[in-house]
């Protein structure tokens, strides 16, 4: 796994997007290899090179993180949520 700071657009135009949203994009480099990509046009491209191996572990763990963010979010929405963990939440 490595961090490229900046990606030349220019050196993925030969490579398909296999999943993408308005602000990422993962491409498969080949031998294995996926680039985790931000593509937001007001900030120069960067990425992170993953192995296939590393593909699954990451998402793995993104899961697990968007669990407990759900979970956060979930239960800070819920009726039982207490009234005074909104008010200290809120100032």
């Known amino acids: 796994m490595d961090f490229i700071e900046a990606v030349d657009k220019t050196s993925l135009e030969h490579l398909q ?3 993408e949203s308005d602000l990422f994009a993962i491409y498969a480099a080949g ?3 996926y680039l985790l990509v931000q593509r937001h046009q007001g900030t120069p491209w960067m990425a992170l090179r993953l192995s296939g191996d590393g593909l699954f572990r990451v998402s793995s763990l ?3 993180a968007t669990r407990h963010l ?3 979010v979930a ?3 819920s009726p039982n949520y207490p009234a005074d ?3 200290a939440r809120n100032t």
Do not use: F, M, N
Request: glycine share 6%.
């Open 85 to 87: 963990a909104k008010v």
């Open 31 to 33: 031998d294995q290899t």
């Open 70 to 72: 759900y979970r956060d």
């Open 62 to 64: 993104l899961g697990d």
């Open 17 to 19: 997007p296999i999943a």
């Open 75 to 77: 239960s800070r929405l």
